[in-house]
Structure formats: structure tokens, C-alpha cells
């Protein structure tokens, strides 16, 4: 079946409800900032009143909305035991968008801030999830507040881009929906660079709220065409800020084991797929050497993506999930999995907390 075009997306009764209608228990701005180029605001919603605090964080040029299925699964349906805190970061959606360089350890700052805004202060009290450039927000956050941090999870994140063929190439691709003519093609060269074909031509897997979409890539086109349709909350300047901060990352060898020391390396998980075009699979596996045992670049990664150290799927300290096949937006393809994954993690810390007294 043929991809739905934008002007088809549009007239799909799914699509008014693309962006589900998530009630959240406390929701605003933060004044963040105010001695470093501040202030500015950022925009919050904390959902669920459970006592484990989960921080997700976001990645390039995308909004709180896009964590959904997961502030739906942890936040909602399991609300009595999980607190999740999404937020807009700098550059994007209801955030302010200021006009000055940006960097992933500022943007972890604005984070640190909300946290800070909403009372989640406590020793070993958050639960930060990073997906892509918000892998590296984490990162930087395990260097600012390693005590706060119960469990600490990268997903298709890096801690340094020694190869960027992916990475440009769907920078390109997001850029490009800034230029009016070909929408339906520039949709589509986002949606394969951050999904697997086979998610994208399956039935669409979400609860719908009058009608499902053909197809996974149908759903994810109409929230790219939800986007585009709001340049207030999606513009060129943010987003190329932000991906300027994503370029220009870097946590060496030896940054990466002062978080595994001082955060724990049993309560960190990194999640990779082998497939990931947009930020490669031997990125994830230098971030996870790193953290392990302050391993670095080997030489034997190459510009297709291969991993060819032996040392990839041997088990350690560091939780690892590394999918054969898998492409960059694990917590869509594998919501189930990724849950899974993530409360168990959570029910470690906790443990760890426990027999550690604190």
C-alpha cells in the first residue's frame, strides 16, 4: 500500500488526534537560566503522581508530545507508581527559541532547572531516560547531579560523533521540511532514516481514537505534517541550534567512567539497534566501552555502521540491549520491550537504594 500523501493525511479522521490528549497532573514554564544568557522559559508537564520520578529527555527537534506512548504506559496506566516529568527543550515547541548558541551541557542545565522548579530534589530520586541528542542531555546531567540519579538510560545516543553519515544525512532530510515544495518526499526520507521498513509498512499499532492510520508510517508522517503545520512551535533556527549542540557533543573515555563510578554502573542501560542510520550503531558501542571499562574508538568501526569487536556482545556491569536489525526510534518499535526494559531498571535502582540506605 502506497504512503498516505500530506493532503490525504490531513483529511484522515485519525489525524485531529495525533497529538493524544494526555491530562497532566501539573503543567507551565520554568524560568530557567537566569545567569547564563537567561533567562528563558521552559515548558513542562509532569504526568502521573507515583513516587518513582522518571526525566525523559528529548531529542533533535523533537517535543515533549513525541515521549506519548511512553507518558501513556508509565504515567497514566501505571500512574499510582510512576511520575514522568517531559519537557520542550530549548529551540522547540513551547519553549522559548533564544538566538544564540546552544550546547547539550546548557540544555541539560535548563533541565536540572525544572527539576529543581518542581521539588524533585531528593538523593537518588530520578530516573533519566535520553533518547538520541537527549542521550547526550543525560549525559551531561550524570556529570552535574550524578547523587540525584537512581537509574540512568541511553537509547540510540552517542558520546561522540566520529561518523555523522547518518546523522547529516537526516539533518539534511529535517531541514528540508522547511522548503515548501515536496513535502510527501522530504516526510519520507525522515521517516526511513529513523525507522525500520518493516515497522513502517506494518498496520499502524496505536489505540485509535476514531480510526487507525494504514500503516506505522502513515501515524509518524501525520505528526511530521502536524509539525510543519506549526511553525510556532517547530522552526528552522531552533532546530539547526539544537543539532548544532548534537554536533559538537563530546564525553571522552574518561568522563564516560566518572559517570559509571559516580552514578553506578548497575544502574545504567544503554539500547542500541544495529540498524540505526541516523546515529550509528558503533556509536552506541563506544558509549557503552566507555562506560564499562573507559574503552574509546577502536578503528575497526567503519561508515556502514559495522561493529567489528568481539567484545560488543559480551555482558558486563553496564545493562546493554543492543537489537540485530533495529532502527533508531526503539521506544516506538519496541514499546513492550522498552517498558519492560526501563521498569526493570528502575526496580534495580530502587533496590540499590534500599540496600544502600538511602
Given at each position: 500500500m502506497a504512503p498516505l500523501t500530506a493532503e490525504e493525511l490531513l483529511q484522515h479522521p485519525e489525524y485531529p488526534h495525533t497529538i493524544w490528549d494526555?491530562?497532566?497532573?501539573?503543567?507551565?514554564?520554568?524560568?530557567?537560566a537566569k545567569d547564563r544568557g537567561g533567562p528563558l522559559n521552559i515548558a513542562y508537564e509532569v504526568h502521573g503522581k507515583g513516587h518513582r520520578h522518571l526525566v525523559w529527555c528529548m531529542g533533535l527537534g523533537g517535543m515533549k508530545y513525541a515521549w506519548q506512548r511512553q507518558t501513556k504506559d508509565f504515567a497514566h496506566t501505571k500512574g499510582h507508581l510512576y511520575s514522568s516529568l517531559v519537557t520542550d527543550n530549548r529551540g522547540i515547541g513551547a519553549s522559548d527559541k533564544p538566538k544564540s548558541r546552544y550546547s547539550t551541557s546548557e540544555m541539560a542545565k535548563d533541565i536540572v532547572e525544572v527539576i529543581d522548579h518542581i521539588g524533585w530534589t531528593g538523593k537518588r530520586e530520578l530516573h533519566v531516560i535520553g533518547i538520541s541528542m537527549g542521550g547526550m542531555i543525560a549525559q551531561e546531567m550524570a556529570m552535574l547531579i550524578p547523587d540525584r540519579i537512581c537509574t540512568l538510560s541511553f537509547v540510540s545516543t552517542a558520546s561522540q560523533l566520529f561518523r555523522t553519515t547518518g546523522f547529516v544525512e537526516n539533518l539534511w532530510n529535517r531541514a528540508n521540511l522547511f522548503i515548501p515544495k515536496s513535502l510527501d518526499a522530504q516526510i519520507d526520507g525522515v521517516k526511513k532514516?529513523?525507522?525500520?521498513?518493516?515497522?513502517?509498512?506494518?498496520?499502524?499499532?496505536?489505540?485509535p481514537t476514531v480510526q487507525a492510520f494504514p500503516t506505522n508510517g502513515d501515524r509518524f508522517a501525520a505528526n511530521e505534517l502536524w509539525k510543519r503545520q506549526h511553525p510556532e512551535y517547530f522552526g528552522k533556527a531552533g532546530f539547526m541550534l539544537q543539532a548544532i549542540a548534537a554536533g559538537w557533543h563530546h564525553k571522552s573515555p574518561e568522563q564516560l567512567q566518572q559517570i559509571a563510578k559516580n552514578v553506578g554502573k548497575k544502574r545504567i542501560m544503554v539500547v542500541h539497534g544495529t540498524g540505526d542510520r541516523m546515529l550509528t550503531f558503533p556509536l552506541g558501542v563506544v558509549l557503552w566501552r566507555g562506560l564499562e571499562r573507559g574503552g574509546g574508538v577502536t578503528g575497526k568501526e567503519n561508515w556502514l555502521g559495522v561493529e567489528e569487536e568481539g567484545d560488543v556482545w559480551e555482558e558486563g556491569e553496564i545493562e546493554k540491549h543492543f537489537i540485530k536489525g533495529q532502527g533508531h526510534v526503539l521506544p516506538a518499535e519496541m514499546r513492550e520491550e522498552f517498558r519492560g526494559w526501563v521498569e526493570g531498571l528502575v526496580e534495580r535502582g530502587i533496590q540499590l537504594n534500599e540496600s544502600g540506605g538511602v
Open positions: 494526555l491530562k497532566p497532573q501539573q503543567q507551565g514554564k520554568a524560568s530557567v532514516n529513523l525507522y525500520t521498513q518493516q515497522w513502517l509498512d506494518a498496520p499502524d499499532t496505536l489505540e
